[in-house]
Structures are given as structure tokens and as C-alpha cells.
């Protein structure tokens, strides 16, 4: 009998062990270009951008990272997840790229006056997929002086290497990406 409670427990603990999945947290990283500076003195010359929202559809909205292993489906992790929610660093990481992109611009999260271009940005798709790439794609939408400019968006890289670590590092490349993309569009009016 205490055979078998030994190796019940033994069995047991092994179990436990080998089901104990860690959650693994991530945060969009900044490029170097893209760290906070300090501004001087606002002037009638500077110009002005409000990046108003970043919106993101419900199936990004949890904290789970998604991941498309087909052409229509999705699984959205349960242990590789979000540090802080998915619009809120997609919008800091794209007011910090515009700050670095955009000299002489004060980009900002709050609105800065009634002479600020406005930036409203729909993300529809930020994942990885089953091929080794990631996705991002949407669609932005700027004020300017009364004029409304509407520019849709489709990036898709190739992961460096496997795993989240490589997938998070390529989204956020392909989401710099495409704030250059904006960054030329807004320096442009």
C-alpha cells in the first residue's frame, strides 16, 4: 500500500510540475530614434498633431498576443500576453515615432489647442500568421485645416526567428513602418 501512495504522489507531483505554464508579459519596444526628447517653447510656427485614437477590433483587444494559423482562423494566447493594453502601446509607440519622425511638430496623446491636425488611426489587423510573417494593416484618417486625407494600410514582414519574442519585435517594426509612412504623408501638408 505505501508502494503505491509513493508513486501516486510521485505521479501527482510530476503532473503538476510538467502542466505549471508561466505567462509571459510583452511591451512593444521603441526604437532608439523614437525615445522621448525635450521640447522647447511651443510658437506659431510649430505645428501641432493630436493622434486622437488608435482603434482595434475586439479579437485584439484582450491581452492575449494573437496568432492566425490559417487563413481564417485565430487563437489568441492564453500565456503570451499583452504587459498593458494593445491600443494604448500602439498609440504611445506611434506618437513617440511621429515626436521622432516629424522635427519641429509637437505630437501628442491629449489635444494641444483649436490649430492641431488630428490623427485617428483603425487598426484591423496585428498578428502574427502561420507563415512566418506578421500582419498589420487598417486604415488612418487626418484633419487638416477642414481637409480630411483617408490612407489604408497593409504591412507584412518576415519573423527574424520563431517564437513570440520575434513575432513582437517584427510588429513593432512593421508599426514603426508604417508611422513613417504617416510621418511623410503629414510632413507633406
Given at each position: 500500500?505505501?508502494?503505491?501512495l509513493?508513486l501516486?504522489?510521485?505521479?501527482?507531483?510530476?503532473?503538476?510540475?510538467?502542466?505549471?505554464?508561466?505567462?509571459?508579459?510583452?511591451?512593444?519596444p521603441?526604437?532608439?530614434?523614437?525615445?522621448?526628447?525635450?521640447?522647447?517653447?511651443?510658437?506659431?510656427?510649430t505645428?501641432?498633431?493630436?493622434?486622437?485614437?488608435v482603434?482595434?477590433p475586439?479579437?485584439?483587444?484582450?491581452?492575449?498576443?494573437?496568432?492566425?494559423?490559417?487563413?481564417?482562423?485565430?487563437?489568441i494566447?492564453?500565456?503570451?500576453?499583452?504587459?498593458?493594453?494593445?491600443?494604448?502601446?500602439?498609440r504611445?509607440?506611434?506618437?513617440?515615432?511621429?515626436?521622432?519622425?516629424?522635427?519641429?511638430?509637437?505630437?501628442?496623446?491629449q489635444?494641444?489647442?483649436?490649430?492641431?491636425?488630428?490623427?485617428?488611426?483603425?487598426?484591423?489587423?496585428?498578428?502574427?500568421?502561420?507563415d512566418?510573417?506578421?500582419?498589420?494593416?487598417g486604415?488612418?484618417?487626418?484633419?487638416?485645416?477642414?481637409?480630411?486625407?483617408?490612407?489604408?494600410?497593409?504591412?507584412?514582414?518576415?519573423?527574424?526567428?520563431?517564437?513570440?519574442d520575434?513575432?513582437?519585435?517584427?510588429?513593432?517594426?512593421?508599426?514603426?513602418?508604417e508611422?513613417?509612412?504617416i510621418?511623410?504623408n503629414?510632413?507633406?501638408?
Amino acid at each position: 500500500m505505501k508502494k503505491w501512495l509513493s508513486l501516486a504522489f510521485v505521479a501527482a507531483t510530476l503532473t503538476a510540475c510538467s502542466s505549471e505554464v508561466k505567462d509571459t508579459w510583452y511591451q512593444l519596444p521603441m526604437s532608439a530614434a523614437a525615445q522621448p526628447v525635450a521640447q522647447g517653447m511651443i510658437n506659431q510656427s510649430t505645428r501641432l498633431l493630436w493622434v486622437e485614437q488608435v482603434v482595434i477590433p475586439d479579437y485584439l483587444a484582450g491581452n492575449g498576443v494573437v496568432y492566425q494559423t490559417t487563413d481564417v482562423q485565430y487563437v489568441i494566447a492564453k500565456n503570451n500576453l499583452w504587459a498593458s493594453p494593445l491600443d494604448q502601446q500602439l498609440r504611445n509607440t506611434l506618437v513617440a515615432n511621429l515626436s521622432a519622425m516629424l522635427p519641429g511638430w509637437v505630437v501628442s496623446s491629449q489635444p494641444l489647442g483649436s490649430q492641431q491636425d488630428v490623427l485617428s488611426v483603425n487598426v484591423t489587423g496585428f498578428q502574427g500568421r502561420y507563415d512566418g510573417h506578421v500582419v498589420v494593416s487598417g486604415e488612418w484618417l487626418l484633419k487638416h485645416e477642414g481637409q480630411l486625407t483617408k490612407r489604408p494600410f497593409h504591412i507584412e514582414l518576415k519573423q527574424q526567428q520563431d517564437g513570440y519574442d520575434a513575432m513582437v519585435k517584427a510588429l513593432a517594426q512593421a508599426w514603426q513602418q508604417e508611422a513613417g509612412s504617416i510621418a511623410s504623408n503629414v510632413g507633406r501638408l
